[in-house]
């Protein structure tokens, strides 16, 4: 099993900035490729980015540029630094975690956080 814990989700105004954290436990952090998902109201859980276990880094178009994916092995943290917030960004942000590889379809991903909420206002 492996358990996510994600934080540093906030209110913030259009144009700030946030970092979000998920931390992981309960297996060898390094194994696994890790991935940001959001759930907005209303709207269904769609990808943010992802990183594989080598740092490799891959992004939705609607936050290409703006935000960051990062991992540290050593403290079993992977990190989104979220850059040039707009409203529609306002979300549910999820960390998701698989084994070895990013998977290609979202329900692949096994193990899911609960949850940080990040609003920004206009």
């Known amino acids: 099993q492996v358990q996510l814990v994600e934080s540093g989700g906030g209110l913030v105004q259009a144009g700030g900035s946030l970092r979000l954290s998920c931390a992981a436990s309960?297996?060898?952090?390094?194994?696994?490729?890790m991935g940001w998902f959001r759930q907005a109201p209303g709207k269904e859980r769609e990808f943010v980015a992802a990183i594989t276990r080598s740092g490799g880094s891959t992004y939705a178009d609607s936050v290409k540029g703006r935000f960051t994916v990062s991992r540290d092995n050593a403290k079993n943290t992977v990190y989104l630094q979220m850059t040039s917030l707009k409203p529609e960004d306002t979300a549910v942000y999820h960390c998701a975690a698989n084994r070895m590889v990013v998977p290609t379809y979202q329900n692949d991903w096994h193990y899911w956080g609960q949850g940080t909420q990040v609003t920004v206002s206009s």
């Open positions: 309960g297996r060898t952090f390094s194994n696994y490729a």
